[in-house]
């Protein structure tokens, strides 16, 4: 089968039959460190390899009033107390790095309470070197040999690598080596002491079946996540000169101050890999190198002094082993300049903070909100395994919380992707950790239940394997001398017989000098026939040399013209950058501005707020107190109509009172009407018109136009009898003071009087008509449909008079009163010879004016 050249196995394959399919469970190791003293109580114990049993100590036993269960938890394998490093090694971290070495990712977690031994696992201890070493140790003893040139292999911020050529890497290393920078690692240094007994492995271990037509370079990082921020522990930071830092008393720091990282932020490449943007990546050479790097970032780590632990960690730590790797050419000289062709593989080494519970580890300030970041993002860490089981075991779909902490986001890949976890579970047997030994075990648990997919295998770059040493099967410049020795002296012809057995043999001489004649004839021709050819070899060399040599000078012109550019460059982008802190700067103070003037813009909306709202208020403090006024003007303009209405009465009773009271005994007193009045006035006029003979009009009845149907004339018995000549009258009605229901059910019609007082004083009665429908419960219903009304006015027309006072006549008398308005302003008084009557004398009284 003719391998397939694809590109680099990091980026998601088509899905081709069930290989890709395929899951592997998550594994999950227990450790158990031993106790610090022997007395202490035990509350974890150790039933096999792969199963452990808690039991509650004696104080929980006493506290839950004796009821209490013995559980055990089951593990793909438990390391007990005398577990060594290399044999926990083996089991765990060296499928890890076989798999690296082979192109596939992994993950590996140490997980536990505060001072359950999880850093000693991860890094380890003087003469006893943790995971870590003990994997960078495995790594370089496989590939050292086949390591590619420091920086041909170049990290850019895309979470990918550039390869660079021979020329450019050569350029970067004399710059490097040019200005020194001590805290860059180099192969030359002596190894430091204080770590020198870490990296001391005794057992060599070297990984199977490595590839040797690939060279490899090897990059580190190492990271912390610490409040839930992530820091870059290998960053240097310099102290910048232009923009002045400002320590937590809001004083300027001196220049000699530390000033602390920035926190770095979680980008996606595209290849949908989380990787942390910024972060800064060294190519080491050796396991000395890294464990250097390592050991440079492991002193600024955050730890503290707790209750539960003399130097507990403070934060989760994250180291990255990244190896890049790329096929060599068909001449099996140089590595392939193909980007597509690199494959890059990552190990994350994890070594996470403890759980612990703030009443145990008596913390306060700074330590009770690292625990409270601690505990919530290994909350997360258990939410999103218990999701991730769920939706593997039931089929949903929920969604996995990985955004909720930077520690489940940074690993979202090694879930909903591909590669290898593993988790090892560090336990602290003593009573004291109970509770929180059994939160751990049942996390443990669930871990174990999620499937993580199956890493595919490296991709075959197609070229012809065994390429690096298919030259070197070429012989030394020993073996070619002999070899034309040999041929040199076959080519001569063979010797004679030098044996004289008589001393009269005159053969055997000449036959030895003709012998010797033609082989000296024969050498002095190769020795004609090799100047040549070493004139020819020296052209040639001269040739060669000159090549070289025009080669070298146009190198060292290029090398020259980059390093101009270079400089350049430098030099452009440190103006660059100074010009952009300076900007920063800028910016910064007018942010400050636009801060504070957005404050004053804020307190003078809410003044303007305040200002309207009273406004307002007073605006409906003013529409209510004219609403207010209005009503009192229209009842007191109503109550002066009832009094004038009231006083007119009065004075109408009065004025007949007083007729009464003027009139003869023998005289029946009668009710004056409105004819009586014209009379009189007619004959008080000045002068009379003549009045006709009239003939008496028929009182006639006005008839209805709906008098064929049967009524209800409700009369209330407040009205008034009128002398008008018009009366309604309905025939055949049932006349009511009070509406009922019996009237109503036995007419179809119905007729309401109602009386009035009109606005000039007359007495107006309206006939309000409507039609009875019967309603759906058995009750009657009415529809008023008119109105009718009767009103009586004077013959002549005229109008109320406004005046109070009545005008004098020329001959002296009295002008007649006949309006309503007037007769209610004038009092009656008896006086003999009036010609209003027997005793009749009217004076004007004036009205009173409206207040």
């Not at 730590?317 to 062709?341: M, T, Y």
């Amino acid at each position: 089968m003719k391998p397939a050249r694809t590109k680099t196995p990091r980026k998601p394959p088509v899905k081709k039959g069930s290989q890709t399919s395929l899951k592997d469970p998550v594994g999950v190791y227990c450790r158990v460190r031993p106790l610090s003293l022997p007395e202490q109580e035990c509350c974890i114990e150790v039933i096999s390899n792969t199963t452990v049993q808690l039991h509650p100590p004696e104080g929980y036993r006493l506290n839950r009033n004796g009821d209490y269960k013995e559980t055990q938890y089951s593990f793909k394998q438990v390391f007990g107390t005398h577990t060594t490093q290399k044999e926990l090694f083996d089991v765990v971290a060296n499928p890890l790095v076989d798999d690296l070495i082979h192109g596939k990712n992994g993950l590996l977690f140490t997980y536990g309470v505060t001072g359950s031994g999880k850093t000693h696992t991860m890094t380890g201890s003087p003469g006893e070197g943790g995971l870590l070493p003990r994997c960078l140790d495995m790594l370089f003893n496989s590939i050292g040999s086949f390591q590619a040139k420091r920086y041909v292999f170049k990290s850019n911020d895309r979470n990918s690598m550039d390869i660079q050529c021979e020329v450019d890497a050569l350029l970067e290393r004399q710059k490097r080596e040019a200005t020194p920078n001590p805290k860059t690692p180099s192969g030359k240094r002596q190894v430091d002491p204080e770590f020198a007994d870490m990296i001391n492995v005794q057992e060599f271990c070297k990984a199977e079946e490595v590839d040797e037509d690939s060279v490899y370079g090897v990059f580190v990082s190492y990271i912390e996540i610490y409040n839930n921020y992530i820091y870059d522990l290998l960053e240097e930071v310099p102290f910048d000169p232009i923009k002045p830092k400002w320590n937590s008393c809001s004083a300027p720091m001196r220049n000699t101050d530390f000033v602390p990282p920035q926190s770095k932020l979680l980008r996606e490449d595209k290849n949908h890999n989380m990787y942390v943007a910024g972060c800064t990546e060294v190519e080491v050479k050796s396991t000395e190198e890294a464990f250097e790097v390592f050991w440079r970032g492991q002193k600024k780590r955050r730890i503290a002094n707790t209750h539960l632990n003399r130097e507990s960690s403070r934060s989760h730590s994250v180291f990255n082993i990244k190896l890049v790797q790329a096929p060599l050419d068909a001449d099996g000289d140089n590595v392939l300049q193909e980007k597509e062709q690199i494959t890059i593989s990552q190990l994350s080494l994890v070594d996470l903070a403890g759980s612990e519970r703030t009443n145990r580890t008596k913390a306060e300030g700074n330590r009770l909100r690292e625990a409270g970041n601690i505990n919530q993002s290994l909350m997360t860490l258990r939410t999103c395994m218990e999701v991730l089981r769920e939706n593997q075991t039931y089929g949903t779909n929920k969604m996995v919380p990985y955004r909720d902490s930077k520690l489940t986001h940074l690993f979202k890949n090694y879930f909903d992707g591909e590669g290898k976890v593993r988790l090892i579970v560090c336990v602290n047997p003593k009573a004291e950790d109970y509770e929180e030994s059994l939160q751990v075990m049942r996390f443990a648990e669930v871990t174990q239940e999620v499937e993580v997919a199956r890493p595919t295998d490296k991709a075959i770059c197609g070229l012809t394997p065994g390429r690096r040493y298919r030259n070197q099967a070429r012989g030394g410049p020993v073996g070619d001398e002999l070899l034309v020795s040999e041929v040199v002296l076959q080519s001569f012809p063979p010797l004679p017989s030098c044996e004289i057995l008589d001393i009269s043999d005159e053969q055997t001489l000449p036959r030895l000098v003709e012998a010797l004649e033609k082989r000296h004839h024969l050498r002095q021709m190769m020795i004609d026939e090799f100047h040549k050819q070493s004139i020819t070899f020296k052209a040639l060399l001269q040739e060669f040399d000159n090549a070289v040599l025009s080669k070298e000078n146009y190198i060292q012109g290029k090398l020259s013209e980059k390093q101009k550019v270079i400089s350049g460059q430098k030099s452009e982008i440190e103006r660059l950058e100074k010009k952009n802190k300076t900007l920063e700067y800028k910016v910064e103070i007018l942010e400050k501005t636009t801060t504070i003037y957005e404050e004053d813009k804020r307190n003078l909306q809410q003044e303007l707020e305040t200002q309207n709202q009273k406004l307002q208020q007073q605006f409906s403090d003013k529409r209510r107190l004219e609403a207010r006024l209005q009503g009192m003007e229209r009842r007191v303009a109503a109550k002066q109509l009832e009094m004038q209405n009231k006083l007119w009465v009065k004075d109408e009773k009065l004025k007949q009172l007083k007729a009464i009271v003027t009139e003869p005994k023998t005289e029946r007193p009668e009710r004056p009407s409105r004819e009586r009045d014209r009379e009189k006035a007619t004959q008080r006029s000045v002068s009379p018109s003549p009045v006709p003979n009239v003939p008496p009009v028929r009182l006639r009845h006005r008839r209805s136009r709906s008098a064929g149907d049967r009524w209800v004339a409700h009369k209330p018995a407040s009205n008034l009898q009128t002398e008008t000549v018009m009366q309604p009258q309905v025939p055949h009605a049932i006349t009511v003071s009070v509406a009922n229901e019996k009237a109503l059910a036995k007419c179809e019609k119905y007729m309401l009087t109602h009386q009035e007082l009109a606005s000039d004083g007359e007495i107006e009665t309206k006939l309000i008509k409507g039609d009875v429908y019967k309603t759906r419960g058995g009750g009657q219903s009415v529809q008023f449909t008119e109105i009718e009304t009767l009103k009586q006015e004077s013959p002549t027309g005229r109008k109320r008079r406004s005046s109070t006072i009545a005008p004098a006549q020329p001959d002296g008398t009295e002008s007649e009163w006949t309006d309503v308005e007037t007769r209610c302003s004038v009092a009656v008084e008896m006086r003999a010879g009036s010609q209003l009557g027997p005793g009749y004398q009217h004076h004007a009284q004036p009205k009173r004016k409206k207040p």
